[in-house]
Structure formats: C-alpha cells, structure tokens
C-alpha cells in the first residue's frame, strides 16, 4: 500500500486529538499574595511545573511573580485591581504605561507567556454599590488601545471575573438573567467580549451557597448526585456547580450571546474555618470538579462544552485575608502556604497526587509557646493582641486546633505571632510569658506552623553563585583585553 495512505488516519487522529484539545478544559489556579509567610516566587513557579500546572492567573500584576514565570511556558493571567481601574479609564497614556511596564516588556523570546488581562477584580459585586462599575469600559477601551500599539491586540485577551451575583434566577437555571442594574453594561461588555474573542469569566462558589444557607441541601454542593436534584423542565442538575452554570448561559442567552464561550475564574473549597469546610470535603469538591469538567460532558445547556478554563481558588492559604466572610477565607488553597499538598488530588495534568514544594527556606525549627511554669491568668491580652496580627483561625470551631486547650490556645497564639515577627526573639516576651522551644509543639491536625522566608532561598543562591561566575569571567576577558592592548 502507498505510504500516504498509511498517514491518512494518523492526520485525521492528529486532527482529532488537537480539536479535542480545544474543547476540553484546562485546569489553571490562581496565586494569591495575601499572606505573610510566602514561599519564594521562583519555589512557587517551580511547585507550577512540578504539578504540569500550564495556566496560572494573579490579582494584578507582580512584577517578581511574572520574572518568576518567565521562561517557564506557563501562561499567565495578570490582574488590575479595582482601585485602579479609575485612572486606566482616564487616559490612555496611562494605560500605555501600564502595559509598557506590565505587559509588553515580558512578552519576548523566553519572556512571560501572558495571555489575558482581567480588568478589574469582580467589580460589579452588590456590595461596591457601583463604585467601580463605570469604569470597567472605559479601561478596558483604553487598555485594548494600547495593546494595538504595542502589537499585542488578539494575542493577550481582556477579561473581567465576574462574581455570581452579577446574575440571578428566580428559581430555575432557565431563567437566568443578568442583574437589572446590569443589562446596559453586560450588553457593553458581552459586545466587547465578543468583538475580541474572549471568554466571560465567573467565580463559582458552592461551598458560600451552602455556608450562607442552613437549607441548601449538602450533596447538592458536590458531584456524586443529589437527593435533592433541580428539575428544570426536561432538565435535571445534580450539582450547584452546574446549576449556576447554566443559570449564567441562560442570562448570556437573553442578551443575546449564547454562545460566548466561559471560563471559570475562581472556584475551590477551603479546608477550615467552618464545619462544612474540612480536608475530605475539600478533596471531594475539588476532584468532583475537575472529573466533571475533564469528562467534557458540559451542562444541560452546553452539552459536550465545558467551561475553556478552569482556575481553582487557590493554590496556596493566604493567612493575612480578611476573614470578614468568615474564617475559612485564610484556607482555600490546595497547599498550605508553604507549598505542602493538603490531600490527594489529581489534577488530570498528569500527576496522580500533587507534588509538593521543593527547596522552601524554613526559618530555624523553633517556636514559642506558653511557659508552663508562670501563671497564666493575664494571657488573654497577649492573645487578642497576636491574634489581630497573626492567624489564630484554626483555633476556632471547625478549625483544625480548636481541642488544643486553654494552654494549647496560648501558646498557639504565641507563636503565630513570634513566627509572624520573624522570631525576633523579643517577640516571644509576652511579660515574661512566652519560652522559645525546640521541641515542636504540634498536636495531632494540629500544626504549629514554623515561618518561611521568601527572600532568599537555595534556588537563589544558586543563580546569584552562576552570576558571579559570569561576572568573574567577563572581568577576566576585560583584564585579558587591556592588558592585550598594551602589548
Ligand atoms: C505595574 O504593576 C505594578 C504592580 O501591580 C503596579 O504597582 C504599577 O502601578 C503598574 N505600572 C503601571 C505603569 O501601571
Ligand atoms: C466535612 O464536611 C462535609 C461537607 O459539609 C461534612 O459532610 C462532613 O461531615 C465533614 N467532615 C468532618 C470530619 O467534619
Ligand atoms: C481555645 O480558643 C478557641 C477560640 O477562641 C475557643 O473556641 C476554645 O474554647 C478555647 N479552648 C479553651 C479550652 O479555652
């Protein structure tokens, strides 16, 4: 037989699979800097590759984060923080010093592979009462302006991530609609969206669904069916997850774009901080979603089209996060903040189980805690105090110290605090109080957490050794030169 006969199925596989490639999901995670203790950017790129993690996206623009990535393949979503919004929306300079700065300087051979911008951070949540809705347009006219000058239009797409409460139903997925207050500006931004060909980017919660309401039925969080399923005419949802989903493609529907592709901006489930919030549930959701997203079954709706991309919230717990919404804010990553996989989970990347941080600089195993032999009677002071700075969240109820006891809690407190202080050894005073121990404190779930110091770390010493090697080596071919001009 002719050998191009031969090749004939393999280009139509070929074909296949790159169309494939196309319609499934890809699993990305957003990196969060809200937190103290912060494993060094080059630690954290390399935990991406370790982990085959292709997309990542950020809260804005970090210039040590996007060095970090550079080189890596790894594509990148940088984030404009809401306060800024307003003067990327006032002139256009402004936005093109932005993406001179942010953007276009890394978008070079071995540079940064960054490929969406998102405007703004869910700006049109409720509780901003529209302060910083009206500049959403604008910027993000200005900064596609800019993108054209800089050659850029089409291969970095603008984004908003939009909260779920930017629509709602009455009761059904079919019924989904934009908020009212909303239509006039999503029709803007859908256009928009559209004209340039990038997805609508929503965060999805099920865990807030079922931790803001005592009746929302347990299962329906999760993947593995419900009792208490959604009948939507000739539909039927099993999970929240889908329902909401559908509840967007409906509201995209009246407006007129039904099939505006979506990508899933932040979606996840923290791992304390609530009864419903625990390592198994976590670990539960987590693979739920992504099965349910990779099996590229989609919704009712979207039959055979999953979300385009998927970022889980988040990659690691960020302990200075307010906790306004509740404690488990501090613990949604699928790490803990040094990079330590918290349970199981496969990612459908190609790692069975997630592979943990390597080359974390520790700071010294030491910690401080409670003396035994004082009085303890004044700690309470001490405590509210470290506790307003450092994290004492898992000390609460659902949290994983919470049975530690009264002494346990102090000296729990204590030494967040001297961990968070660097263990600068006067912050373990508390009036004579705290005693620093080498012996580590830690109770069963119960971690007594030791600091982590993102500035220098083996990965940097190395690099900066090679540079001084470099700089040795040109140094010599200069002294050669000179002293070769001489002769
Ligand atoms: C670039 O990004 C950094 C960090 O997000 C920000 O502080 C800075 O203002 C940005 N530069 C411009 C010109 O917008
Ligand atoms: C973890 O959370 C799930 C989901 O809310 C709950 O059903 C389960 O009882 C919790 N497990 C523990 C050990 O608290
Ligand atoms: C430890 O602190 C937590 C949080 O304040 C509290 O719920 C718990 O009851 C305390 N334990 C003791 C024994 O005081």
Not at 176 to 186: C, E, P, S, V
Request: aromatic share 12%; proline share 6%.
């Amino acid at each position: 037989m002719p050998r191009t006969l031969h090749l004939l199925p393999l280009l139509l596989l070929f074909l296949l699979q790159r169309s494939c490639l196309f319609v499934q999901s890809a699993i990305g995670v957003n990196w969060g800097t809200l937190a103290s203790h912060r494993i060094s950017p080059p630690v954290v790129v390399d935990l991406l590759r370790q982990n085959k993690i292709q997309k990542v996206k950020l809260f804005d623009s970090n210039l040590e984060f996007i060095r970090a990535l550079m080189g890596s393949g790894i594509e990148v979503m940088v984030g404009i923080p809401n306060e800024v919004l307003g003067s990327l929306a006032s002139s256009v300079s402004v936005s093109d010093a932005f993406v001179a700065q942010n953007i276009s300087r890394f978008m070079v051979k071995g540079g940064a592979d960054i490929r969406y911008i998102a405007v703004g951070n869910e700006p049109f949540l409720t509780s901003y009462q529209g302060q910083f809705q009206q500049y959403v347009l604008p910027a993000m006219a200005n900064i596609q302006q800019s993108l054209t000058k800089a050659n850029l239009a089409g291969y970095v797409k603008l984004v908003v991530p939009c909260n779920a409460d930017a629509y709602q139903s009455p009761s059904l997925p079919s019924q989904g609609a934009f908020r009212a207050d909303l239509t006039q500006l999503m029709t803007q931004l859908l256009t928009f969206l559209n004209t340039n060909g990038s997805p609508f980017l929503v965060n999805i919660y099920p865990f807030l669904s079922l931790y803001q309401s005592s009746d929302f039925p347990q299962d329906y969080a999760f993947f593995e069916g419900s009792t208490h399923p959604v009948v939507d005419g000739p539909n039927v949802y099993y999970n929240a997850f889908d329902g909401n989903y559908d509840t967007l493609v409906a509201a995209l529907n009246k407006l007129g774009f039904g099939q505006m592709p979506i990508a899933i901006g932040e979606v996840g489930w923290p791992t304390e901080g609530a009864p419903s919030a625990n390592l198994s549930a976590a670990r539960a959701f987590n693979q739920g979603l992504i099965s349910h997203v990779l099996s590229n079954k989609g919704t009712p709706l979207r039959p055979g089209v999953p979300p385009v991309d998927v970022y889980l919230f988040s990659l690691l717990d960020e302990e200075q996060k307010s906790v306004l919404p509740g404690n488990f804010e501090r613990h949604w990553g699928i790490f803990s903040f040094d990079g330590q996989a918290k349970y199981p989970l496969n990612l459908g990347l190609g790692n069975r189980v997630l592979k943990n941080a390597k080359d974390v600089n520790y700071m010294p195993a030491r910690w401080c805690v409670a003396n035994p032999f004082k009085d303890l009677d004044g700690a309470v002071n001490h405590i509210n105090l470290a506790c307003d700075i450092a994290d004492c969240t898992t000390l609460y109820y659902g949290g994983s110290c919470n049975a530690i006891g009264e002494k346990g809690n102090i000296s729990y407190a204590f030494n967040s605090y001297y961990q968070l202080q660097k263990q600068d050894a006067k912050s373990c005073d508390f009036d004579g109080l705290g005693m620093i121990t080498y012996l580590d404190p830690s109770i069963s779930d119960c971690r007594f957490l030791v600091g982590v110091d993102d500035v220098v770390n083996a990965g940097f010493r190395v690099h900066s050794g090679n540079f001084i090697f470099w700089v040795l080596g040109l140094f010599w071919v200069f002294v050669c030169i000179c002293n070769c001009g001489s002769l």
